[in-house]
């Protein structure tokens, strides 16, 4: 069973799921809360029943590329990173409307989190420290930031500066999330343009953004849709990638990096923290090393 309700109704369906003995994958958050996380954990663990959690971005080929560099110890130990996520209002406001919870952060920067998680896989994150601006969204009668920044500490000290901001314009041409990202080791480095400015299209004619309806733009960076795009006949992308992935692992057994719900819940716990240090302009510790802390 696949999951892809709104950000803040995920619970309830995988919990019947669950129940009903089917093996689920969950869109991304896990849950809005770590509360309702931990339920869900937990129901998979009694129900003996596979869970895994959709960061489809995990599925672009330039990540998966990255992870196995770092599996192959091309990089040395990470010691640090720095990432950043850009895209226009109009997309964050189609995200608020449906769930006023799912802020960019929780949303959206998460992929990030998870991203940095994964590939610095068994060196949890002990510490965030953010901090955020707002303006477009609040007078819109929302509480999310505009732009936020945070930096992440991890069990082994590798340092970690992340941002998002989702309020450019709304007619800015990315079709989706426009990235930047770097890993730091001690003797190698990764350097990432997501901006898909490579490919730039102009037409009198607009573009319609599928996030967006009734929006379109004059210009566009193709390939830029977050969850991938339809070309002849069929579906191509990040998304694609990872519900073919989830079929085949459930068809004949095969791995796949799909997320785990405990990954899930480290990358919420840290998405939430972020927010905590926003509004309380101080340092949040966090659980998630406690075995491994120095």
Not at 146 to 172: C, E, H, M, N, R
């Amino acid at each position: 069973m696949i999951v892809s309700t709104p950000e803040n109704e995920h619970m309830l369906p995988v919990l019947q799921a669950l129940e009903l003995g089917k093996p689920v994958l969950v869109e991304k958050p896990i849950a809005m809360s770590l509360e309702d996380a931990d339920r869900i954990l937990g129901a998979a663990k009694e129900a003996g029943v596979e869970l895994r959690v959709g960061y489809s971005m995990r599925f672009k080929r330039r990540y998966l590329l990255a992870k196995e560099q770092i599996l192959q110890g091309r990089l040395g130990q990470i010691v640090g990173g720095t990432g950043r996520v850009y895209n226009s209002r109009a997309q964050a406001f189609e995200i608020l409307k449906r769930s006023p919870n799912a802020t960019p952060v929780v949303d959206v920067l998460t992929y990030y989190v998870g991203m940095f998680c994964w590939w610095l896989e068994g060196n949890p994150p002990v510490e965030v420290v953010a901090r955020g601006q707002t303006g477009i969204f609040k007078a819109a009668g929302y509480s999310a930031h505009d732009v936020t920044w945070a930096i992440l500490t991890f069990a082994d000290g590798a340092v970690v500066s992340l941002g998002v901001d989702y309020a450019l314009p709304q007619k800015y041409p990315t079709l989706g999330q426009s990235v930047r990202l770097e890993i730091l080791g001690t003797e190698g480095v990764m350097l990432f343009d997501a901006d898909y400015k490579d490919q730039v299209l102009y037409t009198d004619r607009g573009i319609p953004r599928s996030y967006v309806p009734g929006l379109g733009v004059n210009m566009a960076f193709l390939s830029s849709s977050s969850s991938g795009d339809w070309a002849l006949g069929d579906f191509w992308g990040p998304l694609a990638n990872e519900t073919r992935a989830w079929l085949d692992h459930l068809s004949t057994g095969r791995s796949c990096a799909l997320a785990t719900p405990e990954e899930a819940r480290e990358t919420l716990e840290v998405t939430l923290a972020i927010e905590r240090s926003v509004q309380s302009k101080e340092a949040v510790r966090l659980s998630l090393g406690e075995g491994v802390r120095q």
